[in-house]
């Protein structure tokens, strides 16, 4: 799964990757410790090319749960996620995410040392006047495998376009492509979704508290 990540890159870093519009609000600001349940920042194309940055609710209500993930092996078939999926794909801008040992908790982080894009789509509530997004997660690679057995579906630069575009069917095709992810332990003040801080994002001995 994905449930918490890091975005701590500059707006010129975001803007100097892919061509958005430069009509943020509220303004970009480095994230430590995103959650769900927060805003955040999505990227898409309109249908005339355009790339479009816009402030979006991660997870959608269901039967009480506040859902964050789709499968990607399956997020076509299910009827949530069905019109988001050929209609209303976007990215996620990110820098790392974390996921938790499963037997002792402790939480570790996987970053490439730069930005990447997390795949996702956006639901519309029943009225179509807010959004929300989730992410697709994908089966664990080998460096992650030992920590948890879902991953967030991350996307090549080459790919992104092919994700995005709304002229083409090119999006059904997309594989998972492996990189070389940096993990290491970090310190369990990451539990708390309200501490948000550049220590989060730091190595720490695995049984520490920083």
């Given at each position: 799964m994905c449930g918490?990540?890091?975005?701590?890159?500059?707006?010129?870093d975001l803007t100097n990757r892919w061509p958005i519009e430069q009509d943020l609000t509220p303004p970009w600001i480095p994230?430590?410790?995103?959650?769900p349940g927060q805003n955040v920042l999505t990227i898409g194309q309109r249908m005339n090319g355009q790339w479009k940055a816009a402030w979006v609710h991660w997870g959608v209500s269901v039967h009480h749960?506040?859902?964050?993930?789709?499968?990607?092996?399956?997020?076509?078939n299910k009827p949530l996620f069905r019109e988001g999926y050929h209609h209303q794909r976007v990215i996620v801008p990110a820098d790392g995410f974390y996921e938790w040992e499963r037997s002792t908790r402790q939480p570790f982080r996987f970053t490439l040392d730069t930005l990447f894009a997390i795949a996702g789509i956006l639901i519309a509530s029943p009225a179509r006047d807010f959004w929300y997004v989730v992410l697709l997660t994908t089966q664990a690679d080998g460096v992650i495998q030992p920590i948890h057995d879902r991953m967030p579906w991350v996307l090549t630069d080459e790919q992104v376009p092919l994700w995005l575009g709304r002229q083409s069917h090119a999006y059904q095709s997309l594989t998972v492509v492996s990189k070389s992810w940096h993990v290491y332990p970090v310190s369990k003040k990451i539990n708390n979704a309200q501490n948000d801080s550049p220590d989060l994002i730091l190595p720490c001995p695995v049984d520490g508290h920083l």
């Open positions: 918490r990540f890091s975005a701590t890159f500059t707006w010129k994230r430590f410790n995103v959650a749960s506040l859902l964050i993930n789709a499968r990607r092996e399956s997020v076509q």
